[in-house]
């Protein structure tokens, strides 16, 4: 079972490892722009998920994973360019974005489970 602390260090290590991406970077502008993109949904899904952790119902803790989950499905999106557009290696990319995916499917399952609990009681 996956706990809070589990996550808040998972996220917080999935920050870590954007940071030390987007600092590989070269500097021509592009890859400039396309790392203050995923350095701020990146680094987002951290500091989310401790504010959902934080929530005063449940209904908020839902809405604040929400946005977890979606900050972490873009930081997917700007990885699959920065892919593309050949700024990065697929190699070094597809870490990263496993374990965005893994994390989007954590807190997606946490989500739905917080939800039956709500329309049960």
């Known amino acids: 079972m996956v706990t809070s602390k589990d996550l808040k260090d998972r996220t917080k290590e999935f920050s870590i490892d954007i940071l030390k991406l987007v600092s590989s970077l070269t500097h021509n502008s592009t890859a400039q722009i396309l790392g203050r993109q995923i350095l701020r949904s990146g680094t987002s899904v951290g500091a989310n998920y401790r504010a959902a952790c934080r929530a005063k119902s449940n ?3 839902i809405n604040k994973l929400a946005i977890v989950i979606e900050e972490a499905d873009e930081t997917q999106f700007w990885l699959e360019l920065l892919v593309s557009s050949e700024l990065i290696e697929r190699d070094k990319a597809a870490i ?11 807190l997606t399952a946490s989500s739905k489970t917080t939800k039956s609990k709500i329309q049960k009681s």
């Not at 990263?96 to 954590?106: F, N, P, T, V």
């Open 59 to 61: 209904k908020d803790f």
């Open 96 to 106: 990263l974005w496993k374990e965005a995916d893994e994390l989007i499917r954590i």
